[in-house]
Protein backbone atom coordinates (compact mmCIF):
# COMPACT_ATOMS: atom_id res chain seq x y z
CA UNK A 1 0.00 0.00 0.00
CA UNK A 2 1.34 3.54 -0.98
CA UNK A 3 1.38 5.83 0.73
CA UNK A 4 -1.10 8.02 -1.43
CA UNK A 5 -3.70 4.95 -0.78
CA UNK A 6 -2.81 5.16 2.29
CA UNK A 7 -3.73 9.00 3.15
CA UNK A 8 -6.72 8.47 0.89
CA UNK A 9 -8.04 5.38 3.08
CA UNK A 10 -7.42 7.89 6.35
CA UNK A 11 -9.54 10.56 4.90
CA UNK A 12 -12.16 8.80 3.62
CA UNK A 13 -12.59 7.22 7.66
CA UNK A 14 -12.44 10.50 8.94
CA UNK A 15 -15.15 11.55 6.59
CA UNK A 16 -17.12 8.24 7.84
CA UNK A 17 -16.52 9.24 11.26
CA UNK A 18 -17.64 12.82 10.99
CA UNK A 19 -20.95 11.64 8.71
CA UNK A 20 -21.52 9.02 12.02
CA UNK A 21 -20.62 12.03 14.77
CA UNK A 22 -23.33 14.13 12.69
CA UNK A 23 -25.94 11.49 12.81
CA UNK A 24 -25.76 10.49 16.51
CA UNK A 25 -24.90 13.87 18.30
CA UNK A 26 -28.85 14.20 18.94
CA UNK A 27 -28.51 11.77 21.09
CA UNK A 28 -26.47 12.82 23.76
CA UNK A 29 -26.51 15.41 26.17
CA UNK A 30 -22.87 16.12 26.56
CA UNK A 31 -19.57 16.43 24.60
CA UNK A 32 -16.58 15.54 26.73
CA UNK A 33 -12.91 16.28 25.64
CA UNK A 34 -9.63 15.22 27.13
CA UNK A 35 -6.25 15.20 25.75
CA UNK A 36 -6.35 12.13 23.92
CA UNK A 37 -10.21 11.60 22.93
CA UNK A 38 -13.15 13.30 22.16
CA UNK A 39 -16.60 11.61 23.86
CA UNK A 40 -20.39 12.33 23.03
CA UNK A 41 -22.07 11.03 26.24
CA UNK A 42 -25.60 11.18 28.54
CA UNK A 43 -24.05 11.18 31.71
CA UNK A 44 -20.78 12.69 32.81
CA UNK A 45 -19.19 13.26 36.11
CA UNK A 46 -15.71 14.75 36.71
CA UNK A 47 -13.55 14.23 39.66
CA UNK A 48 -10.26 15.85 40.81
CA UNK A 49 -7.99 13.20 42.66
CA UNK A 50 -4.68 13.37 44.01
CA UNK A 51 -2.45 16.35 46.33
CA UNK A 52 -0.61 19.30 46.10
CA UNK A 53 0.49 19.42 42.68
CA UNK A 54 0.02 15.79 42.18
CA UNK A 55 -3.72 16.08 40.82
CA UNK A 56 -5.53 14.46 38.16
CA UNK A 57 -9.10 13.88 36.79
CA UNK A 58 -11.18 10.86 36.77
CA UNK A 59 -14.18 11.15 34.16
CA UNK A 60 -16.77 8.68 34.31
CA UNK A 61 -19.32 8.90 31.34
CA UNK A 62 -22.17 6.82 30.97
CA UNK A 63 -24.32 5.86 27.26
CA UNK A 64 -20.82 7.31 25.54
CA UNK A 65 -19.78 7.35 21.94
CA UNK A 66 -16.35 7.86 21.37
CA UNK A 67 -14.41 9.54 18.36
CA UNK A 68 -11.98 7.01 16.96
CA UNK A 69 -11.39 6.17 13.81
CA UNK A 70 -9.49 2.70 14.36
CA UNK A 71 -12.30 1.51 17.06
CA UNK A 72 -14.43 -0.75 15.56
CA UNK A 73 -17.72 -0.09 18.10
CA UNK A 74 -17.62 3.63 19.17
CA UNK A 75 -20.48 3.26 21.52
CA UNK A 76 -19.93 1.92 24.99
CA UNK A 77 -22.29 1.84 27.91
CA UNK A 78 -19.58 3.05 30.47
CA UNK A 79 -16.47 4.87 30.13
CA UNK A 80 -13.70 5.93 32.72
CA UNK A 81 -11.16 8.53 31.78
CA UNK A 82 -7.87 9.11 33.99
CA UNK A 83 -6.46 12.28 32.55
CA UNK A 84 -3.49 14.54 33.91
CA UNK A 85 -4.88 17.20 32.09
CA UNK A 86 -7.88 19.93 32.07
CA UNK A 87 -11.19 18.38 31.05
CA UNK A 88 -13.57 20.40 29.00
CA UNK A 89 -17.26 19.42 29.44
CA UNK A 90 -19.61 20.98 27.84
CA UNK A 91 -23.74 20.56 27.55
CA UNK A 92 -25.39 20.38 24.11
CA UNK A 93 -28.08 22.88 23.53
CA UNK A 94 -31.06 20.65 22.52
CA UNK A 95 -32.92 22.43 18.86
CA UNK A 96 -34.90 25.58 19.51
CA UNK A 97 -38.25 23.73 17.95
CA UNK A 98 -39.45 20.36 19.37
CA UNK A 99 -42.70 19.41 18.05
CA UNK A 100 -44.82 18.60 20.71
CA UNK A 101 -46.48 15.03 21.50
CA UNK A 102 -49.47 14.94 20.48
CA UNK A 103 -49.57 17.41 17.77
CA UNK A 104 -48.83 16.37 14.77
Known sequence: MSSEDLEKYETEMELALYREYRDVVGLFSYVVE??????????VDVAVRGEGSEVFFEVTMT?????DIYRPARFAKNVRVITFKDVNVEELAKADLEVPKGHF
Not at 63 to 67: E, L, N, R, S
Open 34 to 43: TERRFYLANG
Open 63 to 67: DAWVW
